[in-house]
């Protein structure tokens, strides 16, 4: 019977090993023993020390095996090893107490199964998910967040600002004659300067609780939580000028030598009658205001609810 339970474990790809309370070897598989390089009359007999020559290891090995005896209980571990090669392999481990017919725990029975191909394709995996995710909320040309991730994230900001009465606001922001750049200068310089563009801003509404998207074809949309009418002034401002600053010609523009932005901009506190299409709708607006002023500008307006119910809309700027 006892050769038939040694040819059973011998059959076991894990590795099976038991050690006293002396934390000496009496009993492996041969899994084991081609694992540590030994034969079997090797292994039995000897101690840690003597079948891995790394110091660490083995008093690794040795608290882990007396918190098991202190404690009297399973226990389990993921842990690097070295084989005689010098490669090295995870093992998911686990470790019993064995006890005699009294209820002492008299020795340790441990299960080692190499779970490196595993480990290594989870991670492959996590990666895959990480890439596929930010695939998901980011543009492929300017690497900002996409529409789709402005979306879902702005519908939060937008509740939370509603039941905490803060001020949000919302900027759509056009590049003049990005068409007509693109017909001049060809696709890949106008890829280019959507990416300078997408960067440029990303700058300069990242001290803001902000988020900059890309809302389509030459269009970008910003949304700002606890933003002041004024905070939306100054960073309109701001917008422009670091656009200016990247010299970025156009020839093809009908109003500058340069690559221009026009902002149409929108803020107030949301309430039950608001909605976050209704935000991006006058903000549309207010880019429409500031195209047909002669573009290269910003038109900013902001919504108030008077006492009636009306909401009251007042031009801050053009």
Known sequence: MQQLLQNIIDSIDDLVFVKDKNFKYI???????????????????????????????????????AKLFEQDAAQQTEEWCTLPDGSKVLFDTVKYPFKDEDGQTIALVGISRD?????????KIELLNQKLLYTSNHDVVTKIHNRRYFNETFEVT?????????????LLIDIDYFKQYNDRYGHLSGDDCLLRIAQTLDEV???????????????????????????????????HQAVAELNLSNSASLIDDFITLTIGAYT?????????????????KALY??????????????????????????????
């Not at 779970?115 to 991670?123: F, N, Y």
């Not at 937008?158 to 919302?170: K, L, T, W, Y």
């Not at 803001?208 to 933003?227: N, P, Q, T």
């Open 27 to 65: 009993a492996c598989n041969q899994a084991f023993c081609d694992f540590v390089g030994k034969e079997y009359n090797q292994v039995v007999g000897s101690f840690d020390e003597d079948l891995f020559p790394d110091p660490k290891v083995v008093e690794w090995f040795r608290e882990w095996d």
């Open 115 to 123: 779970i490196t191909e595993k480990k290594r394709c989870l991670e």
């Open 158 to 170: 937008f509740m939370d600002a509603m039941i905490s009465q803060v001020q949000v606001g919302v």
């Open 205 to 239: 509404f990242c001290e803001h609780e902000s988020i900059v998207a890309r809302f389509g074809g030459d269009e970008f949309i910003v949304a700002l939580s606890r933003i002041t009418e004024a905070d939306i002034e100054k960073l309109t401002k701001k917008c």
């Open 268 to 284: 107030a506190v949301p309430d039950s009658c608001d909605t976050v299409f209704s935000f991006i709708e006058s903000a549309d």
């Open 289 to 318: 205001q500031a195209k047909k002023l002669g573009r290269n500008q910003s038109v900013v307006y902001a919504g108030a609810r008077q006492k009636s119910g009306e909401k009251l809309v007042k031009l801050l700027s053009n």
